[in-house]
């Protein structure tokens, strides 16, 4: 795989950065609804690549003087108009071309336009990393969702979603695995959610309980499907308040070195 230059690097990483923070602020409060998590589909200045310069015979007039318009029959390509004199272009192979764009970037990802009509496509331009020269791809199987690959010019950035989502290939997102059609939710967090019913402070189809490989961590059991859920570090999920409190206040979770974990009995005062 090729490296990011480091200015870019950087970029991805405070971005990916900000949307684990935002996350977990985001699952204490509103746990039943899909994270804000930064859309995959934001294309660093840098890397959007130039439209084919390569310009082809169009026997057509121009709609209008001026302007970028779809061909007929095929989703990549467009007639882009200057005094009136018509050129047809391709987009890089793996964008297609966005009618709504009007004066920004031309081709955006598959996502984002709307191919009714125009279902040719250019050839696929695979490469040892990508299946196409630009696009958003998951990889691993069912049990490792996490991560994702972003190709530019045919090289492969890989990138890991924040703790406990999967990318969704369809969203071109990070997403409860859940909610990811193609990943074992179960199997991915390593968390099966006991038969309905057990619990601590069941309320409706919502459920919780701390992870047992740690405390800081817990799971919410929505429709009896996991979601992984982090306190942040000092903190613990609280069996007895059903919520994440410090680690101290948690019988079982206590800081090494505190006073409890010492196993220090009742204080004489006087």
């Not at 409190?245 to 079982?252: M, S």
């Amino acid at each position: 795989m090729a490296r990011l230059p480091i200015v870019t690097l950087a970029i991805f990483v405070a971005v990916f950065a900000v949307s684990s923070f935002a996350q977990r602020q985001f699952q204490q409060q509103y746990f039943a609804q899909r994270p804000q998590v930064q859309s995959a589909s934001q294309v660093p200045q840098q890397y959007q690549p130039t439209p084919s310069t390569t310009p082809r015979a169009y026997s057509g007039s121009c709609p209008e003087k001026n302007g970028r318009f779809p061909v007929p029959t095929q989703c990549d390509a467009y007639i882009e108009c200057i005094d009136g004199v018509p050129e047809e272009k391709l987009c890089p192979e793996g964008l297609l071309f966005n009618p709504d764009a009007r004066f920004n970037y031309p081709c955006g990802y598959p996502i984002d336009v709307n191919c009714d009509g125009r279902r040719s496509l250019q050839p696929p331009q695979p490469t040892e990393d990508c299946p196409h020269q630009f696009g958003y791809f998951k990889v691993g199987d069912s049990v490792n969702c996490g991560k994702f690959m972003n190709c530019a010019d045919g090289k492969g950035y890989i990138f890991d979603c924040p703790e406990g989502l999967a990318f969704n290939a369809e969203s071109y997102r990070c997403d409860w695995p859940d909610q990811v059609p193609d990943c074992d939710a179960e199997a991915y967090l390593g968390f099966r959610c006991p038969p309905p019913g057990e619990g601590i402070f069941a309320q409706g189809e919502i459920r919780y309980f701390r992870s047992p490989q740690d405390c800081q961590r817990y799971f919410i059991c929505v429709d009896n499907s996991p979601r992984l859920q982090n306190c942040g570090e000092g903190n613990a999920f609280s069996e007895d308040i059903n919520a994440c409190d410090a680690a101290e206040n948690v019988t079982g979770c206590e800081p090494a070195g505190s006073i409890l974990d010492r196993g220090v009995g009742q204080v004489k005062l006087f």
